[in-house]
T-cell receptor, first 114, second 118 residues
Framework: AQSVTQLDSHVSVSEGTPVLLRCNYS??????LFWYVQHPNKGLQLLLK??????LVKGINGFEAEFKKSETSFHLTKPSAHMSDAAEYFCVVTRKTSYDKVIFGPGTSLSVIP | DAGVIQSPRHEVTEMGQEVTLRCKPI?????LFWYRQTMMRGLELLIY????????DSGMPEDRFSAKMPNASFSTLKIQPSEPRDSAVYFCASSGTSGGPLGANVLTFGAGSRLTVL
């Protein structure tokens, strides 16, 4: 069984300050982990993915995430927030290299204050 | 490729009417997923297909919902009869084994179909 917890339903940061969106997962298998972003009234777009190569994964738009097996975490970070980062972010877990179900977390809404 | 194409983008209908949502996946992708998104329940997987065959429909809410994939380039999600609680954004996504193991599970989403049932 697999599940995803996103610890914050809403995060608000000032422009230019760091972003941290937290994600913890549970999986009976070796997981693949992803972050997707959804801008208002848009579909979801892949930000980055972890599939057991490097534990620190770099994605688009300056985002990165670190896989920590001991903590079952896959937190998303960015050194400096931009206004265009305001969106909904989803952490996703699935079975590695499998086409099994893709489980989405509940999402974290990121607001960026000018 | 134009990406995953969904239609209609917006649909407003009255309770009891039949609703059909359409999806064209990315050419060459052999997995297709239907998701529903609401404020209350977030993103829910309704059903997914592999090579046009339904693999898991355990997320389909009830018999009023049905989904088909008659060929590799087209899928429909039908609600009959529709109810106000079906109001949501419905997303179609596709993925493909052509990306190899590292491409597994990388979903490309359509822009969604926003359904309002009055």
């Amino acid at each position: 069984a697999q599940s995803v917890t996103q610890l914050d339903s809403h995060v608000s940061v000032s422009e230019g300050t760091p972003v941290l969106l937290r994600c913890n997962y549970s999986s009976s298998y070796s997981p693949s982990l992803f972050w997707y972003v959804q801008h208002p009234n848009k579909g979801l777009q892949l930000l980055l993915k972890y599939t057991s190569a490097a534990t620190l994964v770099k994605g688009i738009n300056g985002f990165e995430a670190e896989f920590k097996k001991s903590e079952t975490s896959f937190h998303l970070t960015k050194p400096s927030a931009h206004m265009s980062d305001a969106a909904e972010y989803f952490c996703v877990v699935t079975r590695k290299t499998s086409y099994d179900k893709v489980i989405f977390g509940p999402g974290t809404s990121l607001s960026v204050i000018p | 490729d134009a990406g995953v194409i969904q239609s209609p983008r917006h649909e407003v209908t009255e309770m009891g009417q039949e609703v059909t949502l359409r999806c064209k996946p990315i050419s060459g992708h052999d997995y297709l997923f239907w998701y529903r998104q609401t404020m209350m329940r977030g993103l829910e997987l309704l059903i997914y297909f592999n090579n046009n065959v339904p693999i898991d429909d355990s997320g389909m809410p009830e018999d009023r919902f049905s989904a088909k994939m008659p060929n590799a380039s087209f899928s429909t999600l039908k609600i009959q009869p529709s109810e106000p609680r079906d109001s949501a954004v419905y997303f179609c996504a596709s993925s493909g084994t052509s990306g190899g193991p590292l491409g597994a599970n990388v979903l490309t989403f359509g822009a969604g179909s926003r359904l309002t049932v009055l």
